[in-house]
């Protein structure tokens, strides 16, 4: 990356909406997405964009996709946030209720859904992790990933049903833990080939 340049108002408004985009999907769309998101009429626009942008030292190319995007030095007295789906309920204890609010978005500051991840918000139900800050009808915002280190909460796909547990690993196999006051949720030993489906990095207490 080269040293950072001052970018125009225009530019910082149109980074800002990539990082959103990043975080959103994953990744950059392809240009014609990105020109359609960035209400650009020519995809050349959103080419000439990425251009400014990596001389200037906010954005990095690699075989014509956007592999690199800088943080811009922002106003501590103003947030910045994106829009992180709430994708439904998850057990922490007892059976997965239906999805719900399928369609709802929550702003979550980019201090907490950071790029260039993905992430999605659940509602949890049930005990099994109130010790480790996850209580009944609390929302949890996961990053998306299949990989996790042990001690990290994670969510597990389990005989069909979503479920949140500390994730532990061994030679043998992977433990999912419950962090609860009651003794009576117990550990899921899995096989080795087990994948999470994202781990959570926050906690919203329901109010």
Do not use: W
């Amino acid at each position: 990356m080269t040293h950072q340049k001052k970018l125009s108002n225009k530019e910082t408004e149109h980074l800002l909406s990539l990082r959103k985009l990043m975080i959103q999907e994953g990744e950059i769309p392809a240009v014609r997405a990105v020109a359609k998101h960035l209400g650009y009429k020519y995809p050349r626009s959103v080419s000439y964009l990425y251009e400014q942008l990596e001389k200037k030292g906010y954005l990095q190319m690699s075989e014509g996709k956007v592999q690199y995007l800088a943080d811009i030095a922002r106003d501590e007295t103003h947030a910045e946030t994106v829009p992180v789906p709430l994708v439904g309920r998850v057990a922490c204890g007892v059976p997965l209720l239906a999805q719900e609010n399928i369609d709802t978005y929550y702003p979550v500051s980019v201090g907490l859904a950071k790029p260039p991840h993905s992430y999605f918000l659940l509602k949890a139900s049930g005990d099994s992790m109130n010790l480790s800050g996850i209580k009944d009808g609390d929302l949890v915002l996961v990053r998306r990933q299949n990989t996790a280190r042990n001690g990290d909460r994670v969510v597990a796909l389990v005989d069909n049903d979503s479920t949140i547990k500390e994730f532990h690993t061994s030679a043998e196999a992977v433990i999912l833990k419950p962090r609860s006051r009651r003794k009576v949720h117990k550990e899921i030993i899995l096989t080795r080939d087990f994948q999470v489906q994202g781990v959570v990095v926050a906690t919203i207490p329901r109010v």
